[in-house]
């Protein structure tokens, strides 16, 4: 196969000013989900109980059609980052010129998962049809103790059902990084010396999953959470190959085709393949299971998704509100490696309770992931509107007027929801 390298300038896996400026091209220019690419175009029942175990939750709101029938809700309901994989873009008008746009640049520099910034307006229901706008809103240099000179991009994706009503507003952050450089700073060398666990510790692990509880259909109240409060610590782990093609079941496959499906994938995205050590073509997202790839990227070893701890996160809230609350907005940062054999402690605290300016009162919840080490892996916050007594159900935000949607970017020819 040949792979068309960019210009000089761009130079081919590595981060410049000139592929940084040629980047910026892309702001606001949609990058369509289609049947190649999304894992979900509907949140069927299957799909969403699929999404749920594939991280290992078995909430009943999600996975149970009875229990979910008398709910609030009168339906199952999917978990909130369940809309990571879903979605088809609808018919954008388009020209050779803004498909161009940003063409070849940064191609061969690698990409981590650095964090995520949701705001959510309803919730995703069975039987949903849903529409996706994907395009980058800003990128950024930095300086990163793991990558040294590095950029920082931000993707927005914008989620609507068929009825024409905005789900979710999705910005993740992504850091580029140059693959090799990464490598030669090696500033993780000592997270490559692995933890081999103890009968014990697997024992308390195991008492840890035995003692979780969902709260489901009993309501926990606004008017009786306490700022200090906190919630149940989880564990997840030790994380093991299998871990990751559960999630890969559930979440979508990432690009990952087989066979006569590689090839063609290959000809429409040639910078996400390189050849690996027996020689064959094989893709970029190997990081997660393929330890010497990692290790050629900088990793200690083969690691997980960002939006797997993201998950883990958001289902330590969903189990802690119940089935009557609602997630309106979630942030968080990716803040190092969860590698193969690694065991994450879930924690989290009422922050919060906050009235403000909202109509509902919000009850904003800190979170953070740390491994076996002691080390922080991910943090960041969760805003929650719980029923409270005297003001009944919470609902959800009102949805921007602009639904997320920057200045001057076109709309859909004959009406939102064309397809």
């Known amino acids: ?134 395009f980058y809103v800003a990128i950024t240099e930095k300086e990163s103790r793991f990558g040294g000179r590095s950029a920082l991009s931000v993707r927005r994706r914008v989620y609507w059902n068929d009825a024409g009503e905005l789900i979710a507003v999705w910005d993740a952050d992504f850091v580029h990084t140059e693959r090799d450089a990464a490598a030669k700073r090696d500033v993780l060398r000592e997270a490559r010396l692995q933890h081999v666990y103890t009968d014990d510790e697997l024992e308390m692990v195991d008492a840890h999953y035995a003692a979780e509880e969902i709260r489901g259909a009993e309501p926990r109240y606004v008017d009786d959470v306490v700022v200090g409060e906190e919630l149940p610590t989880r564990y997840r782990g030790p994380m093991v190959t299998g871990d990751v093609i559960a999630w890969l079941m559930g979440n979508g496959r990432h690009e990952i085709y087989p066979y006569r499906l590689n090839w063609k994938n290959r000809r429409r995205m040639g910078g996400f393949y390189s050849r690996n050590e027996y020689g064959a073509w094989d893709s970029a997202m190997r990081v997660h299971w393929d330890d010497r790839y990692a290790q050629s990227v900088g990793a200690p070893r083969a690691y997980d998704y960002g939006m797997l701890r993201n998950a883990w996160l958001l289902q330590m809230v969903t189990d802690w509100m119940g089935d009557d609350a609602v997630i309106v907005a979630a942030d968080d940062r990716i803040k190092g490696f969860n590698t193969l054999g690694d065991l994450t402690r879930l924690t989290g605290r009422v922050d919060a309770v906050e009235a403000g300016a ?52 076109p709309s859909p020819d004959e009406g939102p929801w064309a397809r």
Request: proline fraction near 9%; charged fraction near 25%; aromatic fraction near 10%.
């Open 1 to 134: 196969m040949t792979v068309t390298q960019p210009a000089e300038d761009l130079e081919f896996g590595r981060l410049t000013s000139a592929g940084i400026e040629k980047f910026r091209e892309k702001i606001g220019i949609d990058w369509p989900y289609n049947r190649w690419t999304a894992w979900n175009e509907e949140a069927t029942r299957d799909g969403i109980r699929h999404y749920a175990n594939g991280f290992g939750d078995d909430n009943p709101l999600y996975c149970d059609p009875d229990h979910a029938a008398g709910s609030r809700w009168g339906r199952i309901i999917a978990p909130p980052g369940f809309l990571e994989g879903a979605g088809l873009t609808p018919r954008i008008p388009t020209t050779p010129e803004l498909k161009a746009r940003g063409k070849g640049a940064l191609a061969g520099v690698h990409m981590f998962w650095a964090g995520d910034h949701i705001r959510w307006f309803r919730p995703v229901q069975e039987g949903d049809r849903l529409w996706v706008r994907r």
């Open 358 to 409: 909202a109509a509902w009162p919000e009850v904003v919840l800190a979170v953070e992931c740390t491994n076996q080490r002691d080390e922080v892996t991910a943090s960041g916050t969760v805003r929650v509107r719980l029923p409270s007594r005297r003001l009944g159900l919470p609902g959800f935000p009102d949805p921007p007027g602009d639904h997320g949607l920057l200045p001057g970017m």
